[in-house]
């Protein structure tokens, strides 16, 4: 009974730590190199993934005389695991926003601006963003952005 308590207790404990910690960082990439053209992305903290490298090398180093290996391996998993889906979400939330900016300037640039709203809904429909940009629009319009 106690190891199953201790189990849960460093379950709990690694996955509080990995959300208090802040697993994610931004990287800023020019691609292809040299042409003047970034891309922004979120990838899982390098100096976390170094942590959980270096703890993964010396629990299977120790594996043979420790008995908590196991647990120790199912929690390093876990911490990988929730890293990437945070970067993966983040990610997904910056594509998205990037994606109403691409709608907006779209929109504005297609049409003389009698027609700029439906160029914009047009716009953001295509590009699958109609619900959030119309709700951004109505936050701004009621001052809550």
Known sequence: MKKNN???MTL??????????????????ETPPGSGVYSTNVVVDPKLTTALE????????TEPVNPASAPITITLAAISAIAAWVAKRKNDALNNTSNQLK??????????SVDVKAAIQKQA??????????????KTINGQL
Not at 103 to 112: D, L, N, S, T, W
């Open 125 to 138: 429909t295509v590009l699958g963003v109609e619900s959030d940009l119309y709700s951004r629009v109505q």
């Open 6 to 8: 201790t189990l849960k």
């Open 54 to 61: 270096t703890i993964g090398a010396i629990n299977t180093a």
């Open 103 to 112: 709608a907006v300037i779209q929109g504005v640039e297609a049409v003389p």
């Open 12 to 29: 709990a404990l690694a996955l509080a730590a990995t959300v208090v910690v802040g697993c994610t960082t931004t990287e800023v990439r």
